[in-house]
């Protein structure tokens, strides 16, 4: 490391807020895609605001990458330091600056952890929608970077539809107020622009997020079915007949058996699939909604249609739809985790294909998804080993999100592209899309140190699909549900 | 030749020669924001519904298809935009919807334009066709430039289609207007709508029958016309036919009330408010910042004031670098926004 630089950095921090020894570096190597690690020049920790603006001035003065950091738990490797970089953690960002019951919004940092949120205002019968899984450690900010979703994405939108303002350091350490506490601010959309930028744009160092009132009631029908098609079918029937669920979730056969064996959540093992339904709201709507909904499931063909009976069973099958990743962990030794969005129209027909491709391919999948808004999670089991099998499973996975794009999806639908789907980004954009996107960049960040080289491919890498790959069973951080 | 082969002509000739473009779709808005004085870009003959599937919940038509054939399309599926974008005029086009960015009464509840919007097929000031999110409600490839093209009164690109999320109509809706002093707490309650102007209050709620009947049960008041929306949104009630100029006040909605002398008509449970008077911009606008909000001259102005609330220089810096990544020969409604973008 250039000694001015490092002397420079140690100006602008405390000591205990700067990390450069190897044993201090290695726990950053990664973050929730264990599968690509670094270890970056330095890890900086800065704890207030001047400190984080020193840091980026330092780093640009010296020609030097940041990546920023929140919690470390995403999935597409945004948070994969580089050689020649430091790594900006905003961890020590971590208080809940206000609490605006009337207005219904939260001023918080961004090291705050998403459901910490929720639970500061859950004495106001507040929270905050969002969800991700990993929703008990992922923090806020790197929410705001991924423009995080979750199950409740149908009705109550993503991590873009939830936020009111950020507070943002550039490169050059300026502070930019983006939106305002009303609903909508003067000039450009910026906020919608910074959400899900994985931290190619800027430093997000304060969040305003919107808070929603908790719906009076929530309740979750489970409903089984003798083939995925019709499963599939049926979504769109509920849909079609004006019903908004608050989630949508379904499972094939080989995810219903593992998370039943993992979590004993009551699911029919026999069950070809599953759809998990939940409806929320108010009691009087909610009772005639799943009236309503157990007409349409019976008439799309389910083989049993079951309303959790209390509180307990509604919470136990939601904990076998979050434990299906693990539970599916249990089963191979390997498996790719897909994060593919399609039109739902074609649910059928995909799931479908993806059928004939494991037949294809000799590789089990196993489909657990937001059936809602068409987000798939295709896991395709394989032991990396056995000779090919690995090699089998990429191709797979390969035309799965090819698929996706072929019929008007996308690539990720909530995991990012960070340094996991360049190759598949690429397939998705035109080199002029790349290039509008490397424009904006530039507007941003002219000298390009901000998280350089993620998010979106350069013109000259070449296509080839992305995927998520877990070895021996074990995602990055185990204890969370990932779903 | 086909119209979009056109309108990519008449882009990179602009381009080439650094002549201005007025981008012009049903004319329907051209009122807001600032004068565009540089030759006409009509777009309105890009016409027609590309993909409408009711149970994807989203529509994708080009830019210049009418807004009431979308709505009407939507209606007889039962399904509806669920901002209510204001039209005012019948030549109102769906690019126009997304280029001015207004949404109506449902927003607090049902979210805005910019919400609904998943993906736009742009013609940028290079002249190039980019395809830029889609027709998913989740998709996190790219950075969001869709949602970055509402409100942006085409200074950025020229809008060829948009897709947008569309939800099913409620079940039932209901109207009740309240006397003055009458001011119930509105937890809890299926709100969708509300009015204050002229000392009443007005509500709508939306939900199943059941649900409205215990609510108007609960709440009380009187029943109302439920034209009273279209009034409000397409500003066709008495409050706005005035000659003094008519800002649009954005607040946060619990913000204390304004004290600025005029008249006004309060929406969006107090995030929206409009306010017909006199008053200096720079008195309005510090009284409002003040509030946490920004306020926009929206009518009644010569078409080269500052219609838009001022942004702090490194703002303003960032909105021209953004500005120049999509339009780097300035050629895109210049002016119409900001004289500097």
Redesign the interface.
């Known amino acids: 490391m250039n000694p001015a630089f490092l002397s420079a950095l140690r100006t602008s921090l405390p000591a205990n807020a700067l990390l450069i020894e190897p044993e201090a570096l290695r726990p950053y190597e990664c973050d929730g895609l264990s599968a690509y690690r670094q270890v970056p020049l330095a890890v900086c920790l800065p704890e207030t605001l001047e400190q984080a603006q020193a840091v980026l001035r330092v780093c640009r003065q010296y020609n030097v990458p940041v990546v920023a950091r929140g919690a470390g738990t995403g999935l597409s490797g945004g948070a994969l330091p580089l050689a020649n970089g430091v790594i900006l953690s905003l961890a020590r960002f971590n208080r809940i600056l206000e609490i605006?019951a009337?207005?219904?919004?939260a001023r918080v940092q961004p090291g705050v952890r998403n459901l910490a949120i929720s639970e500061a205002v859950a004495h106001l019968?507040l929270y905050y929608a969002p969800d991700p899984s990993s929703q008990i450690a992922c923090s806020i900010g790197g929410n705001v970077a991924?423009?995080s979703?979750g199950v409740h994405?149908?009705k109550y939108?993503?991590t873009?539809?939830n936020l009111l303002a950020l507070k943002v350091l550039t490169i050059d350490g300026?502070l930019?107020?983006?939106g305002?506490?009303?609903?909508?601010?003067?000039?450009?959309?910026?906020l919608?622009?910074m959400?899900?930028?994985e931290g190619l744009?800027g430093i997000v160092v304060e969040v305003t997020v919107k808070l929603l009132?908790k719906p009076?009631r929530a309740q979750v029908v489970l409903a089984a079915f003798d083939s995925v098609e019709t499963a599939g079918a049926a979504v769109?029937?509920i849909?079609?007949a004006?019903?908004?669920p608050a989630g949508l979730e379904m499972m094939d056969n080989l995810s219903i058996r593992a998370a039943e064996d993992f979590v004993h959540a009551g699911y029919p093992v026999d069950a070809t699939a599953i759809l998990l339904c939940e409806l929320d709201?108010?009691n009087?709507?909610v009772s005639?909604?799943i009236l309503a909904l157990r007409a349409v499931l019976l008439d799309a063909g389910a083989t049993e249609v079951r309303t959790a009976e209390d509180e307990a069973q509604r919470l136990k099958f939601w904990a076998g739809r979050k434990g299906a990743f693990p539970a599916v962990g249990r089963i191979s030794p390997d498996y790719y985790c897909m994060d593919g969005?399609?039109?739902?129209?074609h649910l059928a027909r995909v799931l479908g294909r993806i059928g004939e491709l494991s037949a294809q391919y000799g590789l089990r999948v196993a489909n657990v998804f937001?059936a809602g808004?068409?987000?798939l999670h295709p896991l395709i089991l394989f032991d990396a080993n056995q000779p090919d099998e690995l090699h089998r499973a990429e191709a797979f996975g390969t035309d799965i999100l090819k698929l996706c794009v072929e019929v008007?999806?996308?690539?990720?639908?909530?995991?990012?592209?960070g340094v996991e789907?360049l190759d598949a980004?690429c397939s998705?954009?035109?080199p002029?899309?790349l290039?509008?996107?490397h424009?904006?960049?530039?507007?941003?960040d002219p000298a390009g140190l901000l998280n350089p080289g993620k998010?979106?491919p350069t013109l000259h890498r070449c296509a080839e699909m992305g995927r998520m790959h877990v070895h021996g069973g074990a995602l990055p951080f185990p204890e969370l549900p990932r779903f | 030749m086909s119209l979009e082969t056109e309108l990519i002509d008449r882009v990179k000739q602009a381009a080439s020669r650094r002549a201005p473009l007025c981008i012009v779709g049903g004319g329907s808005k051209a009122f807001y924001g600032r004068a565009c004085t540089s030759d006409r870009l009509e777009v309105s003959g890009h016409r027609g519904i590309v993909a409408y599937?009711?149970?994807?919940?989203?529509i994708s038509a080009r830019a210049g298809t009418p807004l009431a054939e979308i709505e009407a399309a939507l209606a007889a599926n039962?399904q509806m935009l669920p901002f209510e974008p204001p039209h005012f005029s019948e030549h109102a086009t769906f690019g126009g919807m997304v280029a001015a960015?207004l949404s109506g009464p449902r927003?607090?509840w049902g979210?805005?334009v910019?919400?609904a919007v998943l993906g736009v097929k742009l013609l940028?000031g290079?002249g190039?066709?980019?395809?830029?999110g889609?027709?998913?409600?989740?998709?996190?490839?790219?950075?969001?430039?869709s949602?970055?093209m509402?409100?942006?009164l085409g200074t950025?690109g020229v809008l060829l289609e948009v897709s947008v999320k569309v939800?099913?109509?409620p079940?039932c809706e209901r109207t009740l207007v309240f006397d003055p002093g009458v001011d119930k707490p509105l937890?809890?309650m299926?709100v969708s709508a509300s009015l204050q102007v002229d000392g009443r209050r007005y509500l709508r709620l939306s939900?199943?029958s059941?649900?409205i009947e215990?609510a108007a049960d609960q709440l009380g008041g009187e029943p109302a016309d439920a034209a009273i929306w279209t009034a409000a949104r397409e500003q066709t009630l008495p409050f706005f036919r005035t000659a003094l100029p008519l800002w649009r006040i954005?607040?946060?909605?619990?913000?204390p009330a304004l004290n600025l002398p005029g008249s006004e008509l309060i929406e969006?449970a107090g995030?929206?408010r409009w306010l017909a008077g006199e008053l200096p911009a720079q008195a309005i606008r510090q009284r409002v910042a003040v509030l946490?909000?920004?306020a926009?001259l929206f009518r009644g102005h010569a078409g080269a004031a500052a219609v838009?609330?001022?942004?702090?220089p490194?703002?303003l810096a960032?909105?021209q670098?953004?500005k120049?990544?999509?339009d780097p020969h300035g050629i895109f409604n210049p002016g119409r926004?900001?004289p500097e973008l």
Not at chain 1, 408 to 417: A, K, L, Q, R, S
Not at chain 2, 134 to 145: L, P, T
Not at chain 2, 250 to 255: K, M, V
């Open positions: 605006d009337e207005n219904r919004l019968g991924e423009n979703g994405c149908l939108g993503l873009v539809h300026e930019l107020d983006i305002l506490q009303a609903l909508d601010s003067p000039g450009y959309d910026l919608a622009l959400t899900g930028s744009l009132v009076e769109a029937r849909i079609g004006g019903i908004l709201g108010l009087a709507e005639e909604q969005t399609i039109p739902r129209q937001h808004d068409g987000n008007g999806g996308t690539v990720t639908g909530e995991h990012g592209i789907k980004a998705q954009f035109t002029e899309e290039s509008q996107f424009a904006i960049k530039a507007a941003f998010a979106v | 599937e009711p149970t994807e919940l989203v039962n960015g927003r607090p979210g805005s910019r919400d940028n290079r190039d066709v980019l395809r830029l889609g027709q998913v409600m989740k998709n996190v490839a790219g950075y969001d430039v949602r970055l509402v409100g942006a950025l939800l099913p109509r079940a937890s809890g299926p939900a199943s059941r649900c215990m954005s607040l946060p909605a619990a913000a969006w995030a929206q946490g909000g920004h926009t838009f609330h001022p942004l702090p490194a703002m960032l909105h670098r953004v120049q990544a999509l926004l900001y």
